[in-house]
């Protein structure tokens, strides 16, 4: 039997801790293997899902007797439409279970209800589906995933450290219906508060790095006193850290993101990016995967799955 095991802290995640829920998981009549079991991402353009995918494919090769796997993701992060497409096709397909990270918190829904009605497991990882549109529509949906705002604000601590009070900062956010976008951002005011820094502006980049690039051009023009840029995920991090060296304000403005991907981690060497998180990309499809393998056998399993969040700075990357 496949359990949600733990791994070796700073390399893997941890073994995710049961959250309480009044809300159960989904129902199925237990069944045996081999299952089926479909993994729909958002953008493959992004290293982060790209990682996912690998951990994916690499648990189910170790696995194969137990379950095949059908590995799908966008091209961009708004292309909700597509995704809904893919998860259409995947119940057509007759999938035991989708694992799902929705490019929309709220517009996913309806087809996971569908595949639900169908039958199909469904598991919700990386970004949160929407509670008032789950309860909207009689679901629970279990959520297999990190606490975004307390790794949002794990980075954002790091950072308040190296600023003085009332430092002006600014936020580049996710998509704006995105559960986890949301939820970082939240985690960056806690510590903007708490830090006493001054926020001059939050804005939209849509977790792309080209729009991140073009969006804190924008702002270090607007504000040339600017300290910091805190990046909702790693790849608008990135395209902050090529508009910092463009402007000249390299060393100026100190630049965090979310996420761990590897392209980040020469740039923290380096001192152009401070830090980032780590949700463990190679994981959090796993988990999900093993917690739909065990509702598909019948097995208790709780609604919520909480995954670890490790922060990632010069320190942590010189001691591997």
């Given at each position: 039997?496949?359990?949600?095991?733990?791994?070796?802290?700073?390399?893997?995640?941890?073994?995710?801790?049961?959250?309480?829920?009044?809300?159960?998981?989904?129902?199925?009549?237990?069944?045996?293997?081999p299952?089926?079991?479909?993994?729909?991402?958002?953008?493959?353009?992004?290293?982060?899902?790209?990682?996912m995918?690998?951990?994916?494919?690499?648990?189910?090769?170790?696995?194969?007797?137990?379950?095949?796997?059908?590995?799908?993701?966008?091209?961009d992060?708004?292309?909700?439409?597509?995704?809904?497409?893919?998860?259409?096709?995947?119940?057509?397909?007759?999938?035991d279970?989708?694992?799902?990270?929705?490019?929309?918190?709220?517009?996913?829904?309806?087809?996971?209800?569908?595949?639900?009605?169908?039958?199909?497991?469904?598991?919700?990882?990386?970004?949160?589906?929407?509670?008032?549109?789950?309860?909207?529509?009689?679901?629970?949906?279990?959520?297999?995933?990190?606490?975004?705002?307390?790794?949002a604000?794990l980075?954002?601590?790091?950072?308040?450290?190296?600023?003085?009070?009332?430092?002006?900062?600014?936020?580049?956010?996710?998509?704006?219906?995105?559960?986890?976008?949301?939820?970082?951002?939240?985690?960056?005011?806690?510590?903007?508060?708490e830090?006493?820094?001054?926020?001059?502006?939050?804005?939209?980049?849509?977790?792309?790095?080209?729009?991140?690039?073009?969006?804190?051009?924008?702002?270090?023009?607007?504000?040339?006193?600017?300290?910091?840029?805190?990046?909702?995920?790693?790849?608008?991090?990135?395209?902050?850290?090529?508009?910092?060296?463009?402007?000249?304000?390299?060393?100026?403005?100190?630049?965090?993101?979310?996420?761990?991907?590897?392209?980040?981690?020469?740039?923290?060497l380096?001192?152009?990016?401070?830090?980032?998180?780590?949700?463990?990309?190679?994981?959090?499809?796993?988990?999900?995967?093993?917690?739909?393998?065990?509702?598909?056998?019948?097995?208790?399993?709780?609604?919520?799955?909480?995954?670890?969040?490790?922060?990632?700075?010069?320190?942590?990357?010189?001691?591997?």
């Amino acid at each position: 039997m496949l359990a949600l095991a733990a791994c070796s802290p700073g390399n893997k995640a941890e073994a995710p801790a049961d959250a309480q829920s009044p809300a159960a998981a989904p129902a199925k009549s237990a069944k045996t293997g081999p299952f089926k079991i479909a993994l729909v991402m958002k953008s493959l353009a992004n290293e982060f899902f790209l990682t996912m995918e690998n951990g994916a494919k690499a648990h189910q090769q170790a696995n194969a007797d137990q379950y095949t796997l059908l590995a799908n993701g966008i091209k961009d992060e708004q292309d909700v439409a597509r995704q809904i497409d893919l998860v259409e096709q995947m119940v057509a397909q007759g999938v035991d279970a989708l694992v799902i990270a929705p490019a929309d918190s709220k517009a996913l829904v309806r087809v996971c209800k569908q595949a639900m009605d169908a039958g199909v497991v469904v598991i919700n990882i990386d970004n949160k589906f929407d509670g008032d549109v789950l309860k909207e529509r009689g679901l629970s949906i279990p959520f297999v995933g990190p606490d975004n705002r307390k790794g949002a604000k794990l980075a954002a601590d790091y950072l308040a450290k190296t600023l003085p009070a009332g430092a002006p900062v600014a936020i580049l956010e996710g998509i704006p219906s995105a559960f986890n976008g949301i939820q970082r951002r939240l985690g960056f005011n806690d510590t903007v508060q708490e830090a006493g820094l001054t926020l001059v502006t939050s804005q939209v980049a849509n977790w792309e790095m080209e729009k991140a690039n073009q969006v804190a051009a924008s702002i270090l023009t607007e504000h040339p006193s600017l300290k910091a840029l805190l990046c909702a995920n790693d790849s608008m991090a990135l395209g902050a850290a090529a508009a910092v060296r463009a402007g000249g304000r390299a060393g100026q403005v100190a630049i965090i993101g979310y996420d761990g991907i590897s392209a980040v981690q020469q740039l923290i060497l380096d001192g152009q990016i401070l830090c980032t998180v780590d949700q463990h990309a190679d994981q959090l499809a796993v988990f999900g995967i093993e917690f739909a393998l065990q509702v598909l056998r019948g097995e208790a399993a709780p609604a919520d799955i909480e995954t670890a969040v490790d922060l990632v700075t010069a320190e942590t990357l010189a001691a591997k």
